[in-house]
């Protein structure tokens, strides 16, 4: 009858510890924003994520509510990378996300190439309420 007890309480412990484990996990899903400042111009950007398993997609939104969507994506370890790539006057262009998630805001870096150049920029997204 002990040993029934102590294998019960033994599992018991375990589901606890696994589920607060799971409750815990960083998750990047939602509907993300932030805004810049370009030729004195401020606009803003709309990033929207989904985390399914190991696998992370989603888009950004910008101007005129156009959707590009994101690639290369991935999380690990609360880090949120992605690229996306538009295509303006016939030439396109790529610029790399990387940002670390903290509750509801993910902080970071982009990086884009013009005329030779890497141009970089702080980037700061608050995830909105639903």
Not at 3 to 20: D, E, G, K, P
Not at 67 to 88: C, G, H, L, M, Q
Request: charged share 35%; net charge positive; glycine share 6%.
């Amino acid at each position: 009858m002990r040993r029934t007890a102590c294998v019960a309480l033994l599992l018991a412990l375990s589901a606890f510890t696994t589920t607060a484990w799971a409750a815990d996990k960083a998750d990047p899903t939602g509907t993300w924003k932030w805004s810049f400042t370009a030729n004195n111009q401020t606009r803003e950007t709309t990033l929207k994520l989904k985390l399914e398993g190991d696998k992370l997609t989603g888009s950004i939104v910008r101007r005129n509510n156009e959707e590009t969507p994101i690639a290369d994506a991935t999380f690990k370890d609360n880090e949120v990378a992605f690229s996306i790539t538009r295509e303006r006057n016939g030439q396109k262009f790529t610029t790399k996300y990387k940002g670390k998630l903290d509750g509801d805001t993910i902080k970071g870096k982009s990086e884009s190439e013009r005329d030779g150049k890497t141009n970089s920029r702080d980037w700061e997204a608050k995830r909105e309420k639903k």
